[in-house]
């Protein structure tokens, strides 16, 4: 490797690691947008992920892989948990019962001696390299992006416009919210175990509300036609406080300003285009 390419990498990794476990969050929201489901749970499976991927690694030896095997699978069991009752019913319901386990899995890192408590939890190996990350951010997008040009792609299309039509025309549409929900979990979880062994800490305020708004405003800035466009935004809120490092207290305001006025002026994202438009013709 080049020396000035080997300077860049150490000199912004911590930006690059962020860069690319953001766009894994992303893409677990945009998978339940795409089915026409709002769940605000990502930070609560990130943070599963992240706690599951630290005890693994400081109290065994397992290999990275299967630690973020692991931390895929527990939040998937989570997911299954809440969604399994829930995805039958219409509306809210989702969102506020993966909101509600948001705060009772803060609580439990609060008052639970082996997550460190409120103190946190440090120590944690930095076992997780620039390499890893963005192979796995490429892999997700390109899975992603194939299920997508699939026929469960085109099912997912027709649930996002219209469920009912979707479900007169045979699409199960509780079976595919419900894994949309376990893909989303998945991703987050192990989205949340590279936090932790990028940043080698992590406590239960990094996963509360805040960063499930955050991770909302990935999709709806970047728009959920398709996978590219919540990449893309949460490209931007990512580097968007390095160039306003002064205001960096003030990260969740702007992200909420940010969700206000693309609602109101580009409410289909910087990215609007489905990828219906990008599919060959037959």
């Known amino acids: 490797m080049p020396i000035w390419l080997d300077d860049f990498l150490w000199t912004y990794q911590t930006l690059i690691h962020s860069l690319g476990i953001n ?3 992303a893409l677990s929201m945009y998978v339940v947008l795409a089915v026409g489901q709002l769940s605000l749970g990502q930070a609560a499976f990130m943070g599963l992920g992240a706690y599951t991927g630290a005890l693994l690694s400081l109290h065994t030896g397992l290999p990275f892989a299967l630690v973020l095997a692991g931390s895929a699978v527990v939040p998937v069991l989570a997911a299954a948990a809440v969604g399994l009752p829930t995805l039958r019913l219409t509306g809210v319901y989702l969102a506020i019962a993966t909101i509600g386990l948001g705060e009772v899995l803060r609580v439990i890192y609060v008052n639970a001696e082996i997550t ?8 944690i190996p930095g076992r997780s390299a620039t390499w890893i990350i963005l192979l796995l951010l490429a892999g997700a997008l390109g899975g992603v992006w194939l299920v997508g040009r699939s026929r469960f792609g085109r099912a997912m299309e027709a649930m996002r416009g219209d469920q009912t039509a979707a479900a007169v025309i045979g699409v199960n549409v509780p079976a595919y919210h419900l894994g949309a929900l376990l893909a989303s979990a998945a991703l987050a979880g192990v989205a949340g175990a590279l936090s932790a062994h990028s940043s080698t800490f992590i406590s239960p305020d ?3 509300f805040e960063a499930a708004v955050t991770i909302l405003s990935f ?3 970047g728009g959920i036609g398709s996978p590219l466009g919540p990449v893309v935004g949460a490209l ?8 306003l490092r002064p205001l960096h ?3 969740g305001v702007f992200n909420g300003l940010i969700i206000v006025l693309v609602v109101l002026f580009l409410p289909r994202g910087i990215l609007p285009w489905p990828m219906t438009r990008l599919r060959k013709p037959l």
Do not use: K
Not at 116 to 123: D, R
Not at 236 to 243: A, C, K, M, S
């Open 23 to 25: 766009g894994l969050l």
């Open 116 to 123: 460190g408590g409120a103190l946190g939890l440090g120590g």
């Open 206 to 208: 990094d996963y509360a």
């Open 219 to 221: 999709a709806i800035l």
């Open 236 to 243: 931007v809120l990512t580097l968007l406080p390095e160039l």
């Open 249 to 251: 207290d003030f990260r």
